[in-house]
């Protein structure tokens, strides 16, 4: 019996040793040498300046400026709204605003609830007034889900090809693009199923964005 | 539902027998003490080992003393890891804690701790807002490497116990731990967690990002050592994601090829010991028997799975929003699903991983429809035969071969034998107590969970009616959360939580002490219940003398039995919860009504 429990405390303090400490510095090294930029978060610099991860999704809403010049608020938080000049991400329920990278969270929308349905109506009503008025012939059939749904995460990079294609109508016309400018863009930066079958087509909303903003600059 | 999500689903099976099956041969080289091909590597570190170990890897125990050194090395990793969590703080001269988590209170910590000594990974605790690098790295890194090892012994010592043809040795715990951890584990670990920092997953020790946004706002981004402790959460089975939301999060399963990556981790030990059984026997037949049972019933919840969430929820279609395929979407129930994954990419991960005791979600379970959610239900009520996790699959399953094996002998009138050993009142009645262990803890931690003023609280705000009062879904949410943690699963409707909603940052808020104590006891009484009563089973076969199959043997590796052993699984298994599962899950699949 005290053999075997010296044997056991030998065993979980070396284990914990080779396990926990030496194994994850040894993978951390091969990462940061190979892969620096993976390991790192895949960061995306404009001027020098943080904008983001290529990873992590973002919100492209803006603060509603108030009749005194300042940003509105409702119950303590800023009230925002889509910025028109940008692909818009979809809709998240991080802790504290938006696409929250520090806390992703499930938003836990049951399947037969009338909280889920009233999100989904809200999302939809959104999503149509933001659009319609570049897309005429815009109804609910042809909404994507991606366009309505929170996703898992919360912190979703990417949309559906079908929803950026029909962002591309309002893009084209707030930055006098023609639209096969825009289309273009969205499907340099769509990436592919895996392996052909495994997953679907994913636009990244940032990283398209950014070339929107490159195309200004040029 | 689309070509591709249909292809997902059989180019995944075929993918995954093509590798399971040379690592089930490789495995059983290295359980008989043979040499392979990573021998000339790791058989110096392995004598090192045992040194220091201060153990005779040759010398053998009988099922008792196999037990207790289980038991008394879970038991010191229990407690360091308990100390580790509660001491968070102390840990803050090694910079491997930028944010400055405080410790974890001290009900939280025993859910947790019992939670990855048990391969369970439940998590009532939020990774990145509450748990320091060092809390993740040598605290739940290193459960996650020995309680999948314990998982794969327990299996290996039963199935020496079968094969065993006298005497009462069924190995050597610390030889087989060591073997597993060195030759099984640690290789694909390894290349696994490159691959996926290759791929995108973070690896790294920096404090959290702050980005400022297009727009103009900020952005704080959570980093952090993922890939090290994603690979052996996958290959182990064990499923605690690195952060919050587990593999849904862009860092933890960055593109689609890492979502199928991952799902072969995960299946790839599990499918591969079926291998190994049948050619450590010396009756393949028999391994591939069952490997067809456990193929056919994880297909099986594959299809479901992914017609019922393609199909849309009640909730969208009473929003008006349309859910079948349009040019340039795959439709369906995205809600809490990554537009990478797509429907069939996410409902077959959460089978591969409820079918399994990984529980690493990539998707929210809790938004699933009524029926796609029932099929993690149903596969955690067929206590995870179905491939199940390291190890703990293939102990179960053999339990129920035995069990089918006995009953099929009363429906034949003959004498039930299994392999060369006649089966004896002993063997049946351990094996019955291995398998109706956890039924019993989940169905009664549950009725505690739903019947309790206590209980009731770690109900989410959004799974109550608005009106007041109860609706299926915080049934659901319930049952799950005592259920998974009872299977050692850990995945969740996770809207279920240990804090008192809302539960911002979880840090320093009100925990409910009685979902967490609950919950601990419900994972290590259902985890090392029926690792005793399947040791002890070992012990009782390996004392039998062989007798060669004769004329009146029932074979037990040809389609007739695999028909029985199906049988027995749904019988046994299911319909143990089916009265429950009417209660939640069903009742929501059944009904369009909203809530």
Partial sequence: ?218 | MTFSGWATIFAFAIILSALAWPLGQYMAKVYTGQRVFLSPIFAGPERFIYRILRVDPESAQDWKQYAKSLVIFSLAGWLLLYLILRTQTLWDFTGLNPQHFKSGTWDLSFNTTSSFLTNTNWQFYSGETTLSYFSQMAGLTVQNWLSAGVGIVVAVALVRGIIGRSGKSIGNFWHDLVRTILYVLAPITVVGAIVLISQGVIQNFAGYLTAHTLTGATQSIAMGPTASQLAIKMLGTNGGGFFNVNSAHPFENPTAFTNLFEMLLVLIIPAALIFMYGRMTGNRRQGYAIYGVVMFMFLGACIVAYIAEAHGSPAQHAAGIHTGVISGSGGGNLEGKEQRFGIAGSAIFNVVTTVTSCGAVNSALESYTGIGGAVPFANLSASEVIFGGVGTGMYSILLYVLLAVFIGGLMVGRTPEWLGKKLEAKEIKLAGLAILITPLAALFCTAMGVATSAGTKSISEGAAPAGGGHAPQGFSETFYAYLSQANNNGSAFAGYTGYIQPNAGNAGAHGITFANLLGGFDMLVARYGPILFTLAVAGALAGKRFTPAGLGTMRTDNTTFSVLLIGVIILVGALTFFPALLLGPIVQGLTGHLY
């Fill in chain 1, 1 to 218: 019996m005290r053999k075997q429990i010296v044997t056991s405390i030998i065993a979980i303090v070396f284990f914990t040793l080779l396990l926990g400490i030496v194994y994850p510095l040894v993978i951390t090294g091969i990462g940061q040498v190979a892969f620096p930029g993976n390991s790192n978060g895949q960061k995306v610099y404009v001027n020098g300046k943080l904008v983001g991860s290529k990873s992590i999704g973002q919100s492209f809403r803006k603060p509603v400026i108030g009749k005194n010049g300042k940003p509105e608020e409702k119950e303590e938080e800023i009230v925002t709204e889509p910025d028109p000049r940008y692909f818009q991400s979809r809709p998240s329920a991080t802790e504290g605003g938006e696409y929250n990278a520090a806390a992703s969270t499930f938003s836990n929308r049951g399947p037969n609830s009338v909280k889920t349905k009233e999100a989904d109506e809200e999302n939809l009503k959104a999503f149509l007034e933001l659009e319609k008025p570049y897309n005429p012939g815009l109804t609910a059939a042809k909404v994507p889900v991606d366009a309505v749904n929170t996703s898992a995460s919360n912190l979703d990079p990417d949309i559906s090809q079908a929803n950026a294609r029909i962002q591309a109508h309002r893009i084209a016309a707030v930055r006098s693009l023609p639209l096969a400018t825009v289309d273009r863009l969205i499907s340099n930066y769509t990436s592919e199923r895996g392996l052909l079958v495994f997953g679907e087509p994913a636009v990244n909303v940032l990283e398209l964005n950014l070339a929107l903003d490159r195309l200004k600059a040029a």
